[in-house]
């Protein structure tokens, strides 16, 4: 299955379509249809068919507008895909207008900001209704000269023609060009990358001028005429229910206009059972909530608790596995045989995305038709979930993508759409939903906890003969939790021949989700660091001891389009040399720790200096980062922001970061209990890329991965203590 | 009960409770929505703006305790030279991923900057802590308060020459 969706990356099919339109006062207009991955592909579930498209909109005075189909959620989408169409358009960057899309797949096919998608699925194809465009603008130059289209060329959004010295703009052109007949998307002309004048050159965020500005573009920052603003109390313990509330108090407190209680449903991903409170402000909706009284059902998940589960993990670990995920040659006989063995168990907590702009949402829901303001990363399903929760026709449903302060998967859920709609829609007016960052904390799907418990054996000369590794996760009958799943590729496999990886499975009602880089921001831990562990065993240099394991360039079976070694070599090797592994001199309690890892088709090796003070605290000296992620760094000053921003998240995630369940509920109620890395924490992150022969891959996630377990083992190369557990307990790293 | 209040150089009169937070008169009485709600607890930044020059969290301090001090904010920091100057430094440095925090940034940072023309990676630390960025744009900012600051000694230097 994956394979067969694999086969489009980087090309388009048959089924392409270039439609070509006048537009409207002047000009051409430009849509471009192909089936593509869908989200559901790209997180590794079934394929569904959707389409893609992209519009382009040249008007008469030349300006080239282009539409944005994809939610920004500070990936720099935005700019990115436009740069690819406008390149091969050939037309200057101050040309450029972008427009924001409607969600609307029949006319966008995949319109997700999530798994570092856009880039592999979009490379091509945007390509693609560049040059098709500049194509049929050169067709109508030569046919308005009477001469040979070889004749002409084009530049800064003009056809010239150098024996006779004539130009045109585009923009004088683009009627003209509408008329003619559409190139074969496949026979189009792409640009010899030499010529490339926008891919690979810096372009700043197209929005930042009206974001340093403060003008309204965000989710939050909606009007809509005649809008009341709403909170929704839902109950703390997930799942739980509305038994009665003090609807006739809190309805009547002052600015206060409807107060009523939600049913919901059963599906924690859908509409939950809670409490709407609409008023005239949304200060006087949450000030109602503070004298509003429920007493809940709050149902068996009210049982479970952080310590319940690790207490159920530790019993687990005693155990085989409930199930294989992979076994390779004889790992008992292996273990048994080993020179010498090390045991390990790694553990790390459930996480919550808190992006900074909270969960929010306007609707309009009227006369059996939505209107949604939407701060999303995942449209397409919110349309469905608000469809099917209102009994409403998916038709009928108009969603609007504002900028989103922050996804980092959380908005890949849509549970705030379908409770600004529901509560829209039952208070008859316009309504602005706007969560408390306690919401927003205390109601996220979490980035699940797990338990590791590995076993490794060595030869007599050091090398990694036996790979022992039972995962605790959280699903049941023998299903994950979403994003609690190990894929069975993961390296080392492949590489040591006695190698098992099995799960048992802890059953939650705790809701978990992606989160940036999901399962991987929390494996990369647990393999590198015991990798690590293994190469500190053998008495080996922990960055040689990677690179022998990796051994020769060859292709492994791995998600995406399979692990290629030889480029998380190559990443290594470089690592290596602009970090000065191995050659400088450092002071006491002072390490560099390295990590690799492959993750949504990016590879990139990592090496972190870290010092260890007295009493515990880590300070990052400094980073080194060195990516693979193709033959194109598309925008190179959004790039290596992105670099810069999924390293320190994953140091945010590895010094700062626990969410805590007791009783069904999360403990932290905001960023004093669970913070995002601060300024003070922040270390200079220097970001290389390797040029290869492979099509550009994206940068949401894969740089996040090794940031944490390089770490880690810079903090053993300090101090000679083994951090298995996340968050980082400083307490144990005292001189 | 009624407050006026002089935002950004304008006065405005607002009919709210008098613990409404400053922030929240801003966002949905005056409609200037570059202040932007993060924690609501006065942690992270995001509603930053200035009361007679001086930075304070817009969603701790409420409307009845404004007075008549002068509330500036993102959209009218443009106006004083050390606002847009960076302003032009972030677009410049390109800092912003998501852009949520920003505004709150930028804030802290001119009011950085008013009282220290050159300051140090530490002095930066020192006013800018508390402002969070999710997205971890902490080297931009850094670099773009630099910038800012030398286009402001950089002005001041021409000025003497001149």
């Known amino acids: 299955m994956a394979n067969r969706l694999l086969s489009n990356y980087g090309g388009t099919s048959r089924r392409d379509v270039l439609k070509v339109s006048a537009a409207v006062g002047g000009g051409m207009l430009i849509s471009f249809t192909l089936p593509a991955l869908s989200r559901a592909a790209a997180m590794g579930e079934a394929a569904g068919a959707a389409t893609l498209n992209a519009y382009v909109k040249i008007s008469p005075d030349n300006i080239v507008t282009i539409t944005s189909k994809n939610p920004e959620i500070g990936q720099g989408i935005k700019t990115m895909l436009p740069m690819l169409i406008a390149d091969e358009l050939d037309v200057d960057w101050s040309q450029v207008r972008l427009d924001e899309a409607l969600a609307n797949s029949e006319i966008y096919g995949r319109q997700v900001a999530g798994g570092s998608m856009a880039t592999p699925t979009e490379w091509t194809p945007m390509r693609r209704v560049g040059a098709a465009a500049r194509q049929m603008l050169i067709g109508a130059a030569a046919q308005k000269w009477k001469v040979a289209v070889v004749e002409c060329e084009t530049g800064s959004g003009e056809v010239r023609h150098k024996a006779s010295g004539r130009s045109e703009t585009y923009g004088a052109l683009a009627s003209a060009a509408a008329k003619l007949s559409v190139p074969d998307l496949h026979s189009v002309k792409l640009k010899d990358p030499k010529d490339y004048k926008i891919i690979g050159h810096s372009v700043p965020g197209y929005d930042s001028p009206r974001i340093v500005k403060g003008e309204p573009m965000f989710g939050i920052d909606t009007v809509v005429p005649g809008m009341l603003y709403a909170v929704f109390q839902k109950c703390p313990v997930f799942g739980g229910k509305v038994a009665n509330a003090n609807l006739d108090t809190v309805g009547k407190l002052p600015g206060v206009r409807h107060a009523f209680v939600v049913e919901g449903g059963g599906d924690l991903t859908g509409l939950m059972s809670g409490v709407a409170i609409v008023a005239e402000s949304w200060w006087r909706a949450e000030k109602a909530r503070a004298k509003l009284e429920v007493k809940w059902d709050e149902g068996a998940t009210a049982q479970q608790s952080s310590d319940g589960f690790a207490q159920q993990a530790a019993a687990l670990g005693l155990k085989p596995p409930q199930m294989s995920l992979r076994n390779d040659g004889d790992v008992a006989g292996a273990l048994g045989n080993a020179a010498k063995v090390v045991e390990a168990a790694y553990h790390y907590p459930f996480l919550a995305h808190a992006p900074l702009e909270p969960m929010n949402c306007t609707a309009r829901v009227a006369d059996g038709k939505a209107e949604i303001w939407a701060p999303t990363q995942n449209p397409e399903p919110g349309r469905s979930l608000v469809a099917r929760t209102l009994g409403l026709d998916s038709g009928n449903i108009t969603i609007h993508l504002t900028r989103v302060g922050g996804g980092f998967g959380r908005r890949l859920m849509n549970d705030y759409m379908v409770e600004a709609a529901w509560i829209a829609k039952k208070a008859g007016v316009p309504v602005k939903l706007v969560w408390t960052r306690q919401d927003d904390m205390q109601h996220d799907f979490y980035r699940p906890a797990g338990w590791h418990f590995l076993k490794g054996g060595l030869d007599a000369g050091g090398k990694l003969i036996a790979w022992q590794q039972h995962f605790v996760s959280f699903g049941h009958g023998g299903r994950f939790q979403s994003s609690a799943n190990l894929d069975e590729n993961i390296f080392p496999a492949g590489r040591v021949p006695n190698l098992s990886y099995g799960a048992s499975l802890i059953p939650s009602g705790i809701p978990t989700g992606p989160l940036r880089a999901p399962g991987d921001n929390a494996l990369a831990f647990v393999f590198q660091s015991f990798i690590d562990e293994m190469a500190h065993a053998a008495g080996k240099d922990p960055l040689q001891f990677q690179i022998e394991l990796l051994g020769k360039d060859e292709l492994l079976p791995g998600r995406g389009q399979g692990f290629r070694t030889g480029r998380a070599r190559a990443v290594l090797e470089k690592a290596r040399e602009v970090s000065g592994w191995g050659t400088r001199t450092l002071p006491a309690r002072t390490g560099m720790g390295v990590a690799v890892y492959y993750s949504h088709l990016g590879y990139f090796a990592e090496v972190v200096e870290a010092a260890v003070g007295n009493a515990g605290e880590v300070k990052i000296n400094h980073v080194w980062a060195v990516g693979d992620i193709g033959s194109h760094v598309i925008n190179p000053t959004a790039a290596e922001n992105m670099v810069q921003g999924g390293i320190l998240d994953g140091f945010g995630e590895a010094l700062n970061q626990k969410i805590i369940i007791r009783n069904g509920r999360v403990v932290q109620e905001n960023f004093d209990g669970f913070s995002p890395l601060r300024l003070s924490q922040a270390a200079p992150i220097e970001v290389h890329f390797l040029a290869t022969k492979y099509s550009p891959t994206g940068l949401g996630e894969p740089p996040l991965p090794p940031a944490l377990p390089a770490l880690t083992n810079a903090i053993f190369a300090a101090t000679g203590k083994r951090i298995r557990t996340l968050p980082i307990d400083t307490a144990l790293l005292k001189a | ?162």
């Open chain 2, 1 to 162: 009960m009624n407050y006026t209040l002089r935002i950004n150089g304008r006065t405005h009169t607002v009919d709210v409770d008098a613990d409404t937070p400053l922030l929240w008169v801003l966002r949905d009485e005056v409609d200037l929505k570059g202040t932007k709600f993060g924690c609501g607890i006065g942690i992270c930044g995001a509603c930053v703006v200035h009361l007679d020059g001086q930075p304070v969290r817009s969603c701790l301090t409420a409307v009845s305790a404004v007075g008549g001090k002068a509330v500036t904010t993102i959209e009218g920091i443009g106006a004083t030279p050390i606002g847009a100057r960076l302003q032009q430094a972030w677009v410049e440095v390109d800092v912003v991923q998501c852009g949520y925090c920003q505004a709150g940034q930028i804030m802290s940072a001119a009011a950085l900057l008013a009282k220290n023309k050159s300051p140090s990676d530490d002095d930066i630390i020192g006013a800018m802590d508390g402002n969070l960025c999710r997205c971890g744009t902490y080297a931009r900012i850094t670099q773009a308060i630099k910038q800012a600051a030398k286009t402001d000694l950089g002005a001041a230097t021409s000025k003497k020459g001149a």
